[in-house]
């Protein structure tokens, strides 16, 4: 069966500071991922896609960045964090399509403050 | 374009009595229709979805929901909710293969 690991659960990072969060797919190849976010009381905001590995598609323009430089695996980063970059961050897969599944399943999250 | 409306932000309900949640969308063909719960601080996990066919769609958790192409609408009901289904629900619509809309969510508090 397929997992998605999302880490780290929580980071409290100073304003400036670089950050990475990272997500890895098991049980599954050539997924399309997916990094959205929640800030507080708000609905998810989708911030980047790929659909292959060099891949990227940007959503929202901001002081984010995305990397896919493995087939499973999806990396948000950013050089110098804002206050407002706080957050819940999920990362998503979904398969391929046309004969997958059109569902997408979500990782367990990452709670990012920034100080 | 696409857009998913959920009415309602916050609704409380005691436990044991019925839920429901709704869930509006606008796109111009019948697109396909996902209910999605959040714990606190965790991510979402797939209720039920509905692509075609039996519009009313049976999920996890003891949850349904109908299809209303007539009123646009896939609403989320679940007859007797227990204080475990305390959480936010989001409503979301992808046309086809393209790209998920997600509404701003509901959360619903159940109190003994």
């Known amino acids: 069966s397929q997992t998605i690991h999302q880490w780290p659960a929580t980071l409290v990072q100073p304003v400036g500071s670089p950050l990475s969060l990272e997500c890895t797919v098991e049980?599954?190849?050539?997924?399309?991922l997916y990094w959205y976010r929640q800030a507080a009381g708000r609905g998810l905001q989708l911030l980047f896609y790929s659909v292959g590995i060099g891949q990227i598609s940007s959503e929202v323009p901001q002081n984010l960045s995305a990397s896919r430089p493995q087939d499973r695996q999806f990396i948000l980063s950013s050089k110098k964090l804002l206050l407002s970059d706080s957050g819940f961050y999920l990362c998503a897969w979904r398969e391929q399509r046309p004969s997958g599944a059109n569902v997408l399943t979500f990782g367990a999250g990452s709670r990012l403050t920034v100080l | 374009a696409q857009s998913v409306t959920q009415p309602d932000i916050h609704i409380t309900v005691s436990e044991g009595a019925s839920l429901e949640l709704r869930c509006n969308y606008s796109y111009g063909a019948t697109p396909y229709l996902f209910w999605y719960v959040q714990s606190p601080g965790q991510g979402l996990q797939l209720l039920l979805k509905?692509?075609?066919?039996?519009?009313l769609v049976q999920g996890i958790k003891g949850f349904e929901a109908e299809f209303k192409r007539s009123q646009s609408s896939f609403n989320l009901r679940k007859p007797s909710v227990h204080w475990s289904d305390a959480a936010e629900y989001f409503c979301a619509v992808a046309p086809s293969w393209g790209k998920f809309q997600f509404g701003a969510g509901t959360q619903v508090v159940v109190t003994p």
């Open positions: 049980g599954t190849s050539n997924p399309n």
């Open positions: 509905y692509f075609s066919g039996d519009t």
